[in-house]
Each structure stands twice: as structure tokens, then as C-alpha cells.
């Protein structure tokens, strides 16, 4: 089992270019999240999912958008890059229901924006 | 919402010390994990702990949800265990609120 894979492990965009990034999971997890994590700070969280077809906005939306078409993937878009998102981008699962909520981490996405 | 706030937020310990970090939070929760961020970047969880206590080898965690803080306990550390420790608490919607975490750098 591969876990929780995201694409791509680094990128650099200019300001106004837009990118995807992917995050997989094979756990069968109903739950899924994105959060950036900046220098001297915890992790944020941007968006998150809790199943097939749902999103909703966490802590810091602005500027990103999100899908989960599969259960499997969680996608998030940046429309226009702007230097403020440089970050490094991790996504998270959890398997929803029974009595374990441990949050399952990606190795996460080195952005930068120029 | 809720708040999380960790200490200290730098300790650097000499390999076979114990240490013991802590985790307050600002309301009541029923979700609080803590975390290890290793020097590459990799966050594992350690502990699924909204109360009581549990171990897991060296690491052990307490967290006492009516006075509304956590202890992370590590004994005899390795410098394998160097890297951030992240407390996140949060309620029914397993939405996570981290704190800013502990650096610990465990010295040979």
C-alpha cells in the first residue's frame, strides 16, 4: 500500500500561473484535507472533504479551490499564483467512523511562487 | 475557535534524557492528536489521546481534557527522535487546529 502519495513533490510557478496538485489515497478513507505549513507555524488548514463529491472551507480558503470526483483523490487548484503561497502543502486522511481518527499525512508539496 | 498553544517551543536534550512536553487548548475537545515532524519533512502521528493515557515503547501521552492540556512524555531519547512536535486538537468534524510546535533537537 502506497498510503497517501501526493504530485507534485516540488514546483515553482510565477505570479498568475495557476497549477493542480494531486493527493491519492488507497487507505479507503472517507476524509481528506489539504493544509499549508509556513515557517514557525503549525500546519493551516485550506480545504477539506468528508466523502465523494464534498468539500468545505477550512481555516485559510482564499485562493485555492478544491474537487473530490473519487473517493480516492483530493484535488487542489490554484487559480492565480501570488508570492503569499509559497508553502509547503500537505494532504491528510482519516478513516471516518469506528474509533480511530489518527490523521494519516502526505510527504507533502514544496511551492514556490516567484 | 479553538486555540492551541504548546511549550516550549525549543528544547535540545542530550541522548538517554527524558523530556516532557506540553499541549493547552483554549476549549473543550474531543479530538487531540500529537504528531512528529522528522527532519525531513515527514509527519507520522503518535497519538489519537482526547483523554486518558497512552504509551506506545519510549513515548507516552496524557491528556486531561477537564483541566484542558496534554503531556507528551519521551524517555531516554535518541537522536532519531530530533525533529517538531505538533499537538492538534479539534471537535466532531476532525477538523485539526495545530499548535506551533516543539523543536527538539537530541544531541549524541
Known amino acids: 500500500n502506497a498510503g497517501v502519495t501526493q504530485t507534485p513533490k516540488f514546483r515553482v510557478l510565477k505570479t498568475g500561473q495557476s497549477m493542480t496538485l494531486l493527493c491519492a489515497q488507497d487507505m479507503n478513507h472517507e476524509y481528506m484535507y489539504w493544509y499549508r505549513q509556513d515557517p514557525g507555524m503549525g500546519l493551516r488548514l485550506i480545504h477539506y472533504?468528508?466523502?465523494?463529491?464534498?468539500?468545505a472551507k477550512g481555516e485559510v480558503p482564499d485562493g485555492y479551490n478544491v474537487s473530490r470526483l473519487k473517493k480516492q483523490n483530493f484535488l487542489l487548484g490554484l487559480e492565480s499564483a501570488a508570492p503569499s503561497q509559497t508553502s509547503v502543502y500537505f494532504c491528510?486522511?482519516?478513516?471516518?467512523?469506528?474509533?480511530?481518527?489518527?490523521?494519516?499525512f502526505g510527504p507533502g508539496t514544496r511551492l514556490t511562487v516567484t | 475557535g479553538i486555540q492551541v498553544e504548546q511549550s516550549p517551543p525549543d528544547l535540545i536534550l542530550q541522548e538517554g534524557a527524558n523530556s516532557t512536553l506540553r499541549c493547552n487548548f483554549s476549549?473543550?475537545?474531543?479530538?487531540l492528536q500529537w504528531f512528529h515532524q522528522n527532519p525531513w519533512g515527514q509527519l507520522i502521528n503518535l497519538f489519537y489521546i482526547p483523554s486518558g493515557t497512552k504509551q506506545n515503547g519510549r513515548l507516552s501521552a496524557t491528556t486531561v481534557a477537564t483541566e484542558r492540556y496534554s503531556l507528551l512524555y519521551i524517555s531516554s531519547s535518541q537522536t532519531t527522535d530530533s525533529g517538531v512536535y505538533f499537538c492538534?486538537?479539534?471537535?466532531?468534524?476532525?477538523?485539526?487546529?495545530f499548535g506551533t510546535g516543539t523543536l527538539l533537537a537530541v544531541q549524541p
Open positions: 472533504s468528508v466523502g465523494e463529491g464534498t468539500t
Open positions: 492538534a486538537a479539534g471537535g466532531a468534524t476532525n477538523k485539526l487546529i
Open positions: 491528510a486522511t482519516t478513516l471516518r467512523g469506528g474509533p480511530s481518527y489518527e490523521q494519516y
Open positions: 476549549d473543550s475537545v474531543n479530538n
